[in-house]
């Protein structure tokens, strides 16, 4: 994955699985510290992505 903001290739990615094998990945970029949320190939605001965790049943 390639950061947007400084196109850099070195970004760490975290795959976090919600309910119903529905997931939300988050990137972090080493380079310039840009994160985003993507889910089913879209980016996430904080907000969305929260939004989509709160229908989960975390237990």
């Known amino acids: 994955m390639r950061c947007p903001r400084c196109d850099g290739e070195d970004c760490i990615e975290i ?3 919600l309910e119903d094998q529905d ?3 988050f990137f972090s970029c080493r380079n310039c510290e ?3 949320w993507k889910h089913e190939g879209g980016t ?3 907000d ?3 939004h989509l965790a709160a229908r ?3 237990k």
């Open 15 to 17: 795959d976090i699985g």
């Open 48 to 50: 969305e992505v929260l």
């Open 56 to 58: 989960s049943d975390f």
């Open 44 to 46: 996430l605001n904080l």
């Open 34 to 36: 840009q994160k985003w």
């Open 23 to 25: 997931s939300v990945q």
